[in-house]
């Protein structure tokens, strides 16, 4: 580049104020050089890994959610986490069944909702759903299952209201064996996330809401490693038998 490129007053303001408190951070944890030097080899380890988005979604996207969303009405965010993968199958008949192997394993879930606005009823919203199978993985994501299993968009009725057929999700461990699975253990925490769904809500005129779904009683709720649970996104699965029901209604919020 032989011409300077404009200012980004964003990325400048944001170096800055990192700097600011990078500051009171170091002055109160006095690293020794040694210790510098072992955490560039691990951030280095951490790229070469591709695990950068796990790392920062694991431990960092919580306070950014929180930083900008606390008490703000509406339905609470939680994480997007590494796995949301674009273009998932349009599913067009309701109740929408989740994309699925022939012997899927899994407890089979019945989940419904009801998507609205802060002013008032929504109807026809844009919903996209991903969560991991009953071997704790993520289609698309280092996972034997076909591209898209258990990913699916839709939209919700006139009403708001959708039923979506799926199975229920399990806890969730943060791979183990890499630069985040070390830094996971050295702090003393475990692996787990507790059982979720992912969700993501688009309707023109309203801020795209990103969120998730968790179980009560599930034994990592309180533990979550990457502390993505609010208490306003806890269902109760019901046992039906055959199969379990769930559900949860989400306020979108105006732009
Ligand atoms: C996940 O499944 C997840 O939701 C997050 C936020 C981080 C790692 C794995
Ligand atoms: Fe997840």
Redesign the pocket.
Known sequence: MTEKAAVNERVLGAYEGFVKHLKNFLDEQQFNHEEYTKFVEWADRLGRSGEIP?FL??FV??YVLEAKYKNSPGTEP??????YEEGSPVLEESPFVMPQREDEPGDKLTFRGNVSSVNGPLAKTKVEWWQ?DADGL?SNYDSPAPAFNLRGQFHTDENGDFEVHSIVPIP?Q?PTNGPTGEFTFSAGYHAY?PA?I?IKFEHEGHETLIT?VFFEGDEWLETD??N?VRSSLLTKLEDKGDRKEASLNFVMRTE
């Open positions: 796990l979604d694991v996207e919580t939680s994480l997007l986490g590494p796995y991991d993520y969730y943060i996330r979720h992912h998730q490693v990457a993505g």
